[in-house]
Nanobody
Framework: QVQLVESGGGLVQAGGSLRLSCVAS?????IGWFRQAPGKERDFVAR????????SLADSVKGRFTISRDNAKNTVYLQMNSLKPEDTAVYFC????????????WGQGTQVTVSS
């Protein structure tokens, strides 16, 4: 079992920054971030493997967001810079327990609101 707890969301003006954190308890391999805006589907944002040597970002956030992890703290970070109103969503942390596995574990989500 993997439990995930997100934090770091909030209200920020366009152009500002936020850093989301996801603390994972239990064994996990890939950690990902997804987001869901009201009335829309949940979309992929970023992912990182266990060692941090492989990352992937959605095209919509490349150049603005970075993902990293500190395994000593069991924490994955999503640094979000140059935020836009369209980044407004609930951000979810998710985990796959093995390489190539599905995202079987999800956090409760943290709200990010970007005002124009």
């Amino acid at each position: 079992q993997v439990q995930l707890v997100e934090s770091g969301g909030g209200l920020v003006q366009a152009g500002g920054s936020l850093r989301l954190s996801c603390v994972a308890s239990g064994r996990s391999y890939t950690i990902g971030w997804f987001r869901q805006a009201p009335g829309k589907e949940r979309d992929f944002v970023a992912r990182i493997n266990w060692s941090g040597t492989s990352t992937s970002l959605a095209d919509s956030v490349k150049g603005r967001f970075t993902i990293s992890r500190d395994n000593a703290k069991n924490t994955v970070y999503l640094q979000m810079n140059s935020l836009k109103p369209e980044d407004t969503a609930v951000y979810f942390c998710t985990a796959a327990a093995k390489p190539g596995g599905t995202y079987d574990y999800w956090g409760q989500g943290t709200q990010v609101t970007v005002s124009s």
